[in-house]
């Protein structure tokens, strides 16, 4: 059973450009939820979608959108790139409905904005 | 991330000993505390958790203790070994479902 893949592993992208981030959910799971995590630092809830919709959003600008497609898989999109958006993104998959919702984590992907 | 404070910032211990990482919340809104485990080049992954009904729990090695009036939580390792060598987060859980995760403690056991 394939847990949480995510895509690319890493990323070098410039200022002012934008970049997608995929995330393939643990089998069985229906809920994605995207975390920053800066270096040294705990992750950030950026935002959870369910059943195709951004269902909660935590306190990220709209540069940062997402998709969750039919196959629950998911994309996270970073407009107009600062160097402070440099950080390990994390994606993490849960069953809704279950309890507390346990959230398996994919292993990032590390984007650095030059 | 000022709701949830962690500390110590970092631990070494030797391969047997104690290791205590705490943690301080502020919003009474929490209503689970789970602790994840982090290596290098992973994601966080879940440890162990505690509701606030219970004082203690333990799993193994591992156990949380929970204060609820104190608005605290730890966890202690017991005969820690360098395999727990790793980040440890706190990350308590509100109705939003949620997590709202703590600086890390980066744990170091030595052989």
């Known amino acids: 059973d394939a847990g949480v893949t995510q895509s690319p592993t890493h990323l070098i992208k410039t200022r002012g450009q934008q970049v997608t981030l995929r995330c393939s959910p643990k089998?069985?799971?229906?809920?994605v939820s995207w975390y920053q995590q800066a270096l040294g630092q705990g992750p950030q809830f950026i935002f959870q979608?369910?059943?195709?919709?951004?269902?909660q959003r935590g306190n990220f600008p709209d540069r940062f959108s997402g998709h969750q497609f039919p196959n629950y898989s998911s994309e996270l999109n970073v407009n107009a790139l600062l160097l402070g958006d440099s950080a390990l993104y994390l994606c993490?998959?849960?069953?809704?409905?279950?309890?507390?919702?346990?959230?398996?984590f994919g292993p990032g992907t590390r984007l650095t904005v030059l | 991330q000022q709701q949830v404070k962690q500390s110590p910032q970092s631990l070494i211990v030797q391969k047997g000993g104690i290791s205590i990482i705490n943690c301080a919340y502020e919003?009474?809104?929490?209503?689970?505390f789970p602790w994840y485990q982090q290596f290098p080049g992973k994601g966080p992954a879940l440890l162990i958790a505690?509701?606030?009904?219970?004082s203690e729990k333990k799993e193994g090695r591992f156990t949380i203790s929970f204060n609820k009036s104190a608005k605290q939580f730890s966890l202690h390792i017991m005969d820690s070994q360098p395999g727990d060598s790793a980040t440890y987060f706190c990350?308590?859980?509100?109705?939003?479902?949620?997590?709202?995760f703590g600086s890390g403690t980066q744990l170091t056991v030595l052989p």
């Open positions: 993490a998959s849960s069953l809704r409905g279950t309890f507390y919702n346990e959230q398996f």
């Open positions: 089998s069985g799971h229906d809920t």
């Open positions: 979608y369910y059943e195709e919709e951004e269902r």
């Open positions: 919003n009474t809104a929490f209503d689970y």
């Open positions: 505690i509701r606030p009904d219970v």
């Open positions: 990350a308590p859980i509100s109705s939003a479902r949620q997590l709202t």
